[in-house]
């Protein structure tokens, strides 16, 4: 297994698990990768694609099949995950996606298109690739990213396949909500658990890969909740910025109708930047849980924001309101289409 994994930081136990698995006379040919969104279950994922598809066997990262992989153009790879539906989307003319919510909701679900195929929308399933020989090599990598997407029907098309696969094939089924999986589709794989990745250990990729000046590097480990993911979406100013502003509107308790439109605005753009906001926001009201009720300023995740919260007076009832309103909008977001009027609601309700 040289090389292997080379380019994964953290997940030891995943990695020797994986390692240990793939030596073995019968390896399974179904995977199920569970835990936090961002830590890189997916980039995971690909490294034992590249493993099990390289020339010289070995991960080399070099080869033809090693390139290809890395591009995502392998011929004997499938990567089933947001983009390729969005691109799948618009290919059949559905473009305008930010401003249609019907089409957002199309685009985020895994419809059964993608297991029994499409031709007048150019689409090949997953059902009918299966069952043709590898291109180039002896192994065909299907990866599902938010396995937990697909409709009803597509998880029923998708069961038998998942099953009795022709024995060149290997799923790599993925999750950060691992309860919405349905049981049937659980079942058939092995499950591997991935963890938060230490903040210490993400401080020091942010300053010693990306040079990230230390600081910043600290406030931004702190903030990623574990995800690598997330570190690189904090990065990014206007997502900074937009939490500063959100935060303190909360601490100030200043209702500002225009900021708390604007922030809502940017905030409804995606799915993800709608969980790693609310993720922000329970954070905060944790944090000034911990510093209020707990006397604890030890553990706070929203260093930046400390100061404030120790010299300010806040009700503790409205305190655990406010997280149990953001938990239940959690949920429903989920199933609303208007994510904007969602986390406009939600803020003029926290507020007080
Ligand atoms: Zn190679």
Redesign the pocket.
Known sequence: MHGVFKDIMGHERQKALISSILKKERVPHAFLFSGLEGIGKKTFAISIA?KLL???G??????R??MKVKKLTHPDLLVLDHQYLEWATSLHGKKNLKENGEQIKEVSSISIDFIRGNEEKKIKGINEEVIRHPHEGKKRIIIIDNIENLTNDAANAFLKTLEEPPDYNMFFLITSREGDVPVTIKSRCVKVLFNPLPQDLIKGYFMNTLEVEEKRADLISSISQGSIGNGIFWLEDKNLEIRRILGELILGKKKSHVLITLVSEHIAKGNRECSIFIGFLLSLFRDMFMIKKMDNASCVINKDFAEVIENSVYNLEWIEASIKKIKETAVIMKYNINKWLMFENLLYNIMG
């Open positions: 590249r390289c020339q010289t070995e991960d080399c990262g070099f080869c099949s090693c």
